[in-house]
């Protein structure tokens, strides 16, 4: 049996750039997981991964090239934003939108979410129903 789990950009990000983060992050996820995500990851990811190179500073190109490599051939199932947005607006006053739709995806999964954001996992609101997994200290 899979267990779902939901990721979100800061995890994910982490994890493409290959940080000692977010190697960590990878070991919290079980090895029967099977990986979710909302469409919208993607175009968050690239955004940071090229923040993090061409504004600041932080990501050579090579590292940044080999990270674009590992997110486009990274196994995840993708969800459509259209079925998030009602569940997501429930948290617009605690969440930002975006965020709000990775919580939507792990109530809508059963799944837990991963993430590398304590301000998100820490939100007023956020639903007992989801296990959050994220390291203890940032």
Known sequence: MTTPIDVDASAGV???TSTERGRR????????AELWVPEHF?????AS???LHVV????TVQRAEAAIERLTRWHLRQVGLVSLIRPAWAYRHNKSGADGLYVALAEYLGASL???DLRLANAP????TVAVLRLSVR
Do not use: H, N
Not at 56 to 59: D, F, V
Not at 125 to 128: A, E, H, I, K, V
């Open 14 to 16: 982490e994890i493409v």
């Open 25 to 32: 992050l990878a070991q919290l996820v079980p090895a029967a």
């Open 42 to 46: 993607y175009s968050e990811v690239f």
């Open 49 to 51: 991964i090229r923040y």
């Open 56 to 59: 600041a500073g932080k990501l």
């Open 114 to 116: 991963l993430t590398d």
């Open 125 to 128: 609101t956020f639903p007992t």
